[in-house]
């Protein structure tokens, strides 16, 4: 799962809704929810926050290397049955899209913000379809099609999954805080094989690689005297998956809500909670370990230690590009770190190594409701 | 070098100082004409080229556009975004609204701002305006969720968070005002909305007015190929085109509007010309004997030439000097007045900055100076070309004048032929080159038949009313009749200014007069409503449907008649689509149709097919008859309609397409009524029936306005005139130039004449008698001109009615002769002219005989 402190994150616009509104309009996540698909790779208007995440990493025959991310979110503003224009704002749609070109150190990345409209962007499972203008998800022949186009680059991509939908959490939900309902409906395929093409700065390379799809809604938003959070998807070549992610409060400590899930090369999901494995920084005085962004001048640690005492597992996370940070020229969606990452270490003290995905959040100013 | 210099100074520079008045007043008219012509450039270009401005500069740098008459189906938008390009896809809401306090009338414009916040897409030229907008200081992304968010410009003076009502066809709507972006002083303000609010105000659904699509900077393709690119997801009926196409077309649409007005304009430079001519003339004339004593002393032909050219070119740019910032001053006013008619008849449009630039006013410099030296040439070439000799002889040109008096009148004849010949040819893309060209032989007949006809007065005059008036009056007709040349200038510069004023006048009456009478059959209703909210031509604010079906229910109400307006674009040029109810039995229509088909048959086949009226001007512009057959664009489909007939319409020029309300019902489904008519049952009382539907309008919250028939009549009459008000300052103008011209002429008659006026003075003249005969002279002049003008202008004002207008604007204008107009109007101008030899009368009479007699 991701913490519902990436939903204040990157769907900010929900601010402006009093809480109470919210619940009274969308419904909390609650225990006992049963996932079916495909219905439930689609779209949950009764929970107010609802997004679908696609990260990974490619590469293409000559061995040129790539990370990919495409996001689209969903917000509800208003279930009011009286608004019947098209253009009402019932959701607000928006989509972030970046490649990470690891081999020629170059990051691209670029936002859109759009409501439903007529047809402009939604969700639907009779189309089988996400999309928000021309960036889309379509579910067709067992394959989810990944499509994206910006001003200099492009994606397209076929994702088979090879292991079933992994649901994060305990009895259908991932609790984020103390009391019902305070948690979200979270799974990930984690998994995808990935082949199609991308398109950088009127370039085209045939790629093929790994790819991690979360897909989370709930309605309660985060706690008042949280920071930021770091989350990591990794896919091991032994054929397990692990998701980690730990909430950084405002006083330095982390949130004992922090959680993560491995996936066993079979595909069954053990739940990790916050005892069970530690994050941090690595602490490596010969190599550099943070980033600093000219954007926003947010140091970001780009080096970490993974520690999973259950699965005896330890990792050193680096990252090919430290520049992957997605700087917003919006002041309503905040900057965040999101890039690819590659892993080495031992496990049940045999070498392992992988790749994955790493999000931090909360580092160029720690993020309120409201503050904006 | 400095002989020619000198020779220059002595014989030009020189004399122009002893005369200040005189030379003041000629500069005065060649800097009114060039003012005028500047003014008419300018205020055509802040008064036409500014209509929509503030939408142009909220739709930002775009590629194409796409239009559909009613609306564009919004899901073409989303059918757009999806595809597979980086194009940026703007949809827009347009309309108009009334601010109910300053009764300022604003477009409306709803735009995507979600997409516009996320920076995709960004429709802004200036986008640092719409950043104001989203400044955290101003107002927050959580406004765009309230249905009541607007935002102003500026010039509206409000902040944040002020309420603003406006008039939205025929609602009032309280807004909430949530940031303010700078508009250039008013010139690019609108009131700014989110789609869904402005959807909501319009009562629009499910359609945007237009799309704008923005291709990728950069992009190799062809715009060909883009525009394919978006064609494949466009229905038949709607319309891609480039960007700003439907403003070229409007600026097209004004074109012969505005080419019209600028040649008018002309009419006061023209003026002017004969004054240089004149004036130089009087100049050539009265140094003869220096040019004499010049050329024997040996300067040249070409020296005295120039010598003579420049003084006109002293003159003339002197006056045009003059002329360029009385111009810009004068736009000012003119822009208001060319406003008013572009409104009236064209579209709704702000006048904008009047801006000089330094081609229009170097352009307007040189025509100034360039209209004086043509009129300099012939004077000052016949100076030059006289040898020495005759120079210093006196009578010659006088004498050739009443030689050439046959072959003078045969010319004019021939030209007058030709003029006739010339009314007849078509006109040339869409402009009446040829009428203007016939306009302007006539002038020129009448210009050579002028010394004849002052001749053949003068005799006459010099008869008759010296035997009444006395011999004051015998002798001013002598000494018009011996200065023959000079008077006829006079007489051709007085005359061409009335004539203009009467064709004019003839020709603005006999429209005034048509429109009157057709308004008579045209609206049969006892009450005719529109909603409250801002009306223009080219704006349809509407009336909901609602309230139309219950005004139909009101006690003393027999019928009524629903009328709906869009606007569309008809083969590349804009026009309107109107559809109206012809099924109530209670209404006797009795349109006038050109083929003079009955009312009832050609509605009945309107009902019955297919079948469509156009207007005249329609029919003309787009060269189409009855029995036509005519291919709309209509939602997102094309149908084809018969032509039924033509009728007869001075309610705009654009052109006008109408057809039966259910029939346009079926392509463009918005029922809700634009105008409507109400007839009153036989025995009800008007006054009870117009307060029975006030106060159903109440009771509804509808915003309408109610016109009593005749209201209505008197207030297509005001705005008729306010429409012309533009011709007569004109006129006025070159008018005043004229009268300006005699004034100078008397006085050089006086000063020329002075030692004739002092020996009549040691003849025992009295001054009074002097003065009698100055202002008999002006009288006369004032007379002749009076008559000359009349009868040109009669001639001219067929060219205009039949003509000009008719190749311009396709109307048929019925003749009438406003006599009264006219006759007060000349009966002025010969007024000013008797008051213009006033002061060289004064003159005259403060000579003092027995200097004057020994001057020489």
């Not at chain 1, 990591?232 to 980690?244: G, K, P, R, V």
């Not at chain 2, 893309?429 to 006539?442: E, M, N, Q």
């Not at chain 2, 039949?802 to 002025?828: E, M």
Request: with cysteine; proline share 4%; aromatic share 10%.
């Amino acid at each position: 799962m991701r913490t519902d402190l990436r939903a204040l994150g990157a769907l900010a616009l929900g601010f402006f809704l009093p809480l109470s509104l919210s619940f009274a309009q969308f419904q909390p996540a609650l225990p006992g929810y049963r996932f079916g698909f495909p219905r439930d790779y689609f779209n949950h208007p009764d929970y107010q926050t609802e997004w679908w995440y696609y990260t990974g990493n490619l590469q293409s025959l000559d061995g040129h290397k790539f990370g990919f991310e495409l996001t689209f979110f969903r917000q509800g503003v208003s279930r009011d049955p009286k608004q019947n224009s098209a253009w009402g704002l019932r959701d607000i749609y928006f989509a972030h899209f970046a490649l990470s070109d690891l081999t020629g150190k170059k990051f691209f990345h670029t936002e859109r913000t759009n409501r439903a409209g007529p047809g402009i962007a939604g969700v639907s499972l009779s189309l089988q379809k996400i999309w928000n203008g021309n960036w889309s998800v379509a579910w067709a022949d067992g394959e989810e099609r990944l499509t994206a186009f910006a001003d200099s680059f492009a994606l397209s991509l076929a994702l088979h999954s090879q292991k079933p939908p992994v649901i994060h959490g305990d009895n259908g939900v991932s609790q984020k805080s103390a009391g019902p309902g305070r948690g979200s409906h979270y799974f990930s395929e984690t998994r995808l094989s990935s082949s199609g093409s991308l398109t950088i700065e009127n370039r085209k390379y045939s790629v093929t690689g790994l790819a991690w799809m979360d897909h989370e809604f709930f309605t309660h938003q985060l706690e008042a005297n949280q920071m930021g959070w770091d989350w990591f998807s990794i896919q091991l070549d032994d054929h397990t998956e692990l998701m980690l992610f730990q909430i950084r409060r405002k006083d330095g400590s982390i949130d004992p809500f922090s959680a993560g899930t491995f996936v066993d090369a079979q595909g069954r999901a053990i739940h990790l909670r916050a005892s069970d494995f530690q994050l941090s920084p690595a602490q490596d005085a010969s190599a550099a370990e943070t980033w600093s962004s000219p954007v926003t001048h947010a140091r970001y640690p780009v080096r970490w230690q993974i520690h999973v005492a259950r699965l005896n597992l330890t990792l050193l996370v680096t990252t090919p590009l430290p520049s992957q940070e997605l700087a917003t020229r919006s002041s309503f969606v905040p900057s965040y770190w999101e890039g690819a990452i590659l892993l080495q270490g031992k496990k049940n003290s045999a070498a392992v190594a992988g790749s994955g995905y790493l999000e931090m959040t909360g580092y160029d100013r720690p993020f309120s409701v409201g503050e904006f | 070098m400095s002989g020619r210099l000198k020779l220059f100074w002595r014989l030009m520079v020189k004399p122009l100082g002893r005369e200040p008045v005189r030379t003041t007043l000629t500069i005065a008219a060649v800097a009114l004409g060039v003012a005028v012509v500047l003014a008419m450039d300018l205020a055509g270009d802040a008064a036409t080229g500014s209509f929509h401005s503030s939408l142009e500069t909220l739709s930002g740098q775009q590629d194409f556009e796409i239009t559909a008459a009613g609306g564009v189906p919004e899901e073409i938008v989303g059918k757009l975004a999806e595809l597979p390009y980086d194009w940026r896809i703007t949809p827009r809401i347009e309309g108009f609204a009334l601010v109910a306090d300053s009764k300022r009338a604003l477009p409306l414009v709803g735009l995507d701002l979600i997409g516009v916040a996320g920076r995709i897409p960004l429709p802004l030229t200036k986008p640092e305006a719409l950043d104001k907008i989203f400044d955290a200081n101003q107002s927050s992304f959580e406004d765009l969720a309230k249905q009541d968010s607007v935002w102003v410009g500026q010039s509206l003076n409000k902040t944040c968070g002020d309420a603003l009502e406006l008039l939205v066809n025929d609602r009032a709507l309280t807004f909430t005002v949530r940031g303010v972006y700078p508009d250039d002083a008013g010139t690019g303000s609108a009131i700014l909305m989110d789609m869904a609010v402005a959807q909501a105000a319009l009562g629009i659904t499910g359609r945007v007015d237009r799309i704008f699509i923005r291709i990728p900077r950069g992009a190799t393709n062809s715009l060909d190929e883009w525009q394919r690119r978006a064609q494949q997801v466009l229905p038949q009926g709607v319309q891609l085109r480039a960007a700003g196409a439907s403003t070229d077309e409007n600026r097209k649409m004004l074109a012969a509007f505005r080419w019209n007005l600028r040649l008018l304009s002309y009419i006061a430079l023209i003026v002017g010309a004969f004054l240089i001519y004149n004036t130089i003339s009087v100049s050539v004339v009265r140094r003869r004997a220096e040019i004499g004593i010049a050329r024997a002393f040996g300067a040249s032909r070409l020296q005295v030439l120039l010598a003579f050219l420049l003084e006109a070119a002293v003159i003339g740019g002197a006056g045009a000097l003059l002329g360029v910032p009385l111009g810009r001053f004068l736009a000012t006013s003119a822009v208001k007045l060319m406003g008013n008619t572009v409104n009236a008849l064209y579209l709704s449009s702000r006048p904008g900055e009047i801006t000089l630039d330094p081609t229009s006013a170097f352009l307007a410099f040189f025509t100034g100076l360039f209209v004086t030296l043509v009129s300099a040439w012939s004077p000052a070439r016949e100076a030059a070309t006289s040898a020495p000799v005759e120079a210093m002889a006196r009578g010659r040109v006088e004498h050739s004048v009443r030689v050439n008096k046959t072959l003078a009148l045969g010319g004019a004849a021939a030209l007058a032929l030709l003029a006739a010949a010339m009314s007849r040819l078509p006109p040339v893309g869409g402009k009446p080159a040829f009428g203007y060209c016939a306009a302007l032989l006539l002038v020129a007949a009448s210009v050579i038949a002028i010394p004849a006809f002052t001749d053949a007065i003068m005799r006459i005059s010099s008869r008759i009313f010296s035997r009444l008036l006395g011999v004051e009056v015998l002798l001013a007709s002598r000494s018009l009749a011996g200065s023959l040349r000079r008077t006829s200038t006079l007489v051709a510069a007085l005359s061409t200014a009335v004539a203009m004023m009467t064709a004019v006048g003839i020709m603005v009456g006999s429209f005034r007069q048509t429109v009157v009478l057709w308004m008579a059959s045209e609206l049969p209703a006892d009450l005719y409503l529109r909603p409250a909210g801002s009306p223009a031509t080219d704006q349809h604010p509407t009336i909901s449907l609602g309230f139309s079906d219950q005004l139909a229910k009101l006690p003393g109400v027999l019928a009524i008649q629903r009328l709906r307006g869009y606007e569309i674009s008809y083969e590349g040029k804009p026009a309107t689509l109107a559809s109206v109810e012809l099924d109530d039995s209670h209404i006797e229509h009795s349109s006038d149709f050109l083929s003079g088909s009955s009312a009832e048959s050609v509605l009945a086949e309107l009902r019955e097919k297919n079948a469509v009226i156009v207007s005249e001007p329609f029919s003309y512009k787009h060269g189409v008859r009855r029995r036509d057959i005519i291919q709309l664009a209509l939602g997102e489909s094309r149908a084809t309609f018969r032509v039924a007939d033509v009728y007869y319409d001075y309610a705009s020029e654009r052109g006008m397409i109408l057809m039966d309300r259910n029939v346009l019902l079926n392509y463009l489904p918005d029922p809700a009524p634009s105008n409507i008519a109400v007839f009153i049952s036989p025995g009800a009382n008007p006054a009870n029936v117009r307060a029975e539907i006030e106060r159903a309008a109440d009771r509804a919250s509808a915003r309408i306005l109610v016109f009593a028939n005749s209201d209505l009549r008197m207030q297509a009459v005001q705005i008729f005139d306010r429409t012309f008000a533009i011709t007569y300052a004109l006129e006025a103008i070159a008018v005043f130039v004229a009268i300006m011209g005699v004034a100078g002429a008397l006085l050089a008659l006086v000063i020329d004449r002075r030692r004739e006026l002092g020996l009549l003075r040691y003849l025992g003249a009295s001054s009074g008698q002097l003065r009698k005969m100055i202002l008999a002279e002006a009288g006369l002049l004032g007379l002749l001109s009076n008559i000359a003008g009349l009868c040109l202008g009669i001639f001219l004002s067929l060219i205009l009615i039949f003509v000009i207008n008719k190749q311009s604007f396709g109307w048929t204008i019925r003749l009438h002769w406003p006599i009264a107009v006219i006759l007060s109007g000349t009966s002025l101008i010969w007024l000013a002219t008797v008051l213009a030899g006033w002061y060289p009368a004064r003159i005259a009479v403060r000579l003092n005989p027995v200097e004057v007699i020994h001057e020489d």
